[in-house]
């Protein structure tokens, strides 16, 4: 049994190979802070930012949000979404969200969908801190060592001025 399990685990990391530029918005739903569906195939956005942050209310991870936070005026003008995502339950990110008044949904991925559909990390129930630029549905950016409180700056360099 424990062999079986073991080359079922093996087999489900291989099945989600890490993302490419040119690789396709992965079509997820999830539940958001408020315990409702959020469906990535719905946003008609030019850029959907989908940035991955291991604990909500932590330090590295609250800077991360606010940096967005701060910047959120000039990215939604320059047509960006910006969806943040952790393992943490509902009510976890909307404590969170309220706390620093972020903008944005936070995505609540309990069942680490989201982390696997990214191939991020998740380690003893952390998702690793990562962060994916889309333009009209395909991958144009992508930072697997994602910043904390340069995370808008780096996407705004990345963008068109």
């Not at 509902?90 to 609540?108: G, R, S, T, V």
Request: positive net charge.
């Amino acid at each position: 049994m424990k062999l079986l399990t073991l080359a079922l685990l093996l087999f489900s990391n291989l099945a989600f190979a890490e993302l490419k530029i040119g690789d396709p918005l992965p079509l997820l739903k999830g539940t958001n802070q408020e315990n409702k569906t959020v469906e990535l195939k719905t946003f008609n956005e030019k850029y959907i930012l989908v940035y991955f942050y291991p604990k909500a209310d932590t330090p590295g991870c609250t800077k991360q949000a606010c940096s967005l936070r701060d910047s959120y005026v000039i990215l939604q003008k320059k047509g960006v979404k910006i969806l943040g995502v952790s393992t943490d339950k509902p009510e976890d990110q909307k404590a969170f969200k309220e706390k620093y008044k972020l903008p944005f949904d936070l995505i609540a991925d309990t069942d680490q969908k989201w982390a696997k559909a990214f191939n991020v990390s998740v380690t003893m129930g952390f998702a690793s801190r990562q962060a994916f630029l889309f333009k009209d549905g395909m991958l144009v950016w992508f930072d697997t060592s994602a910043a904390t409180d340069k995370q808008a700056e780096e996407v705004l360099d990345f963008l068109p001025q």
